[in-house]
């Protein structure tokens, strides 16, 4: 028999999935849509990928219904790599999070050693994500930045003063509940101010209207902590530090608490990294020609502006969120295969170009700016 806390988890996180995947329907279910798809594949597509969407969902309900939910979890998480395969832009941070924790219960057998190892991989995941999430948020964009357009966009009246020191503290605080989640010693107050920051995460971007799809992530963040660290006093050090047979919870330390560490350096990707609203994502524009413009979908042009110098511009940020409400995969390959396909609805190839606003430094938030014409991308 499966633990109360595994069986909780088995009907959160597909639950949790689902209402992800109804707040962002176009991305899963639009045939028609017309933001870009970036399969991982270039040359591969697939645009009756929604009965895929579809099974997906299908699956997700039986693995939390069913008493032996295995093969549907199997299929889940299947589905949900070949999704992904089709289309970058879905590997959102929570699905990358829910087919981790998804994957891991297909291992779930009727030994108790076996279903606390399970626990233990699912502990590293979450406490490793408010880890890097912390960590990913030092830097001078988000302190002066992005916590004052939040706090702005929410309606709150804060001094300067004392918004940058609530911008300074959110990250260490943040990354603390990471570590003091693995701690027996601690866990009682991390998991008290896990919850009440998503409380207070939540009140904020539904005050402010922002990232809507993020809300059932925030929900499930709060319950999904609640029910692998409250009042359960096991940790997963004894899997990490012994030579058990258990490599759940070693893979999940791999993948979710070591991996995480080569965003640094650019060799991960932000979004498997924890980095959402950290400041750090690189952001790509395209500068377009009239053609160009006239050619664009009615979403896409009801996005594009004009700089003072009287350039088109049109923001794959504002078009994502305004057609599938999510962001970009914010990667400057996955924008790179954006343009390439704006790019063959135009032969101007010079009038049209991505331009890159590269990753800010930590330090100061100064940042590269690269522009690409058509030519050169459609030539590479």
């Known amino acids: 028999m499966l633990t109360a806390r595994l069986r909780w988890l088995r009907i959160v996180v597909p639950v949790a999935f689902i209402c992800g995947m109804l707040m962002s329907p176009h991305l899963w279910f639009d045939p028609g849509r017309s933001f870009p798809r970036a399969p991982i594949v270039p040359s591969l597509t697939l645009h009756q990928d929604f009965v895929i969407s579809i099974a997906l969902v299908i699956t997700l309900i039986l693995s939390?219904?069913?008493?032996?939910?295995?093969?549907?979890?199997?299929?889940?998480?299947?589905?949900?790599?070949?999704?992904v395969v089709l289309d970058q832009t879905r590997l959102q941070p929570w699905v990358y999070q829910y087919a981790i924790m998804l994957a891991s219960l297909v291992f779930v057998l009727r030994g108790?050693?076996?279903?606390?190892?399970?626990?233990?991989?699912n502990q590293i995941v979450i406490a490793s994500l408010y880890f890097w999430s912390g960590l990913q948020k030092v830097s001078w964009t988000f302190v002066n930045e992005v916590v004052p357009t939040l706090v702005e966009s929410a309606g709150i009246r804060v001094s300067s003063r004392y918004l940058t020191i609530i911008a300074i503290a959110i990250p260490i605080c943040e990354a603390l509940i990471g570590v003091g989640l693995l701690l027996r010693r601690t866990r009682r107050v991390a998991v008290v101010l896990a919850c009440l920051m998503h409380a207070i995460i939540l009140v904020t971007l539904i005050a402010s209207r922002l990232n809507t799809v993020v809300w059932p992530w925030n929900v499930a963040m709060l319950a999904i902590t609640v029910i692998l660290f409250w009042r359960n006093d096991e940790t997963p050090f004894e899997y990490l530090l012994r030579g058990r047979r258990d490599y759940l919870p070693k893979a999940a330390m791999l993948i979710c608490g070591l991996l995480p560490s080569l965003s640094f350096i650019g060799a991960w990707d932000l979004y498997l990294a924890g980095a959402l609203y950290s400041g750090k994502s690189p952001v790509g524009v395209m500068r377009i020609s009239e053609t160009l413009r006239d050619r664009l979908p009615a979403t896409a042009r009801g996005i594009t502006f004009r700089t003072g110098r009287g350039e088109l511009m049109l923001p794959f940020y504002e078009w994502s969120l305004a057609e599938l409400n999510v962001p970009p995969y914010p990667e400057v390959r996955v924008y790179r295969q954006l343009a390439r396909q704006l790019c063959a609805l135009d032969g101007d190839s010079q009038a049209n170009a991505l331009i890159v606003k590269g990753r800010p430094a930590l330090s100061d938030g100064s940042y590269k700016v690269t522009l690409t014409t058509c030519s050169d991308l459609l030539s590479q």
């Open 64 to 83: 939390a219904i069913t008493v032996h939910a295995r093969r549907y979890l199997v299929a889940s998480v299947l589905l949900t790599i070949v999704l």
């Open 112 to 121: 108790a050693v076996n279903q606390k190892a399970i626990l233990a991989a």
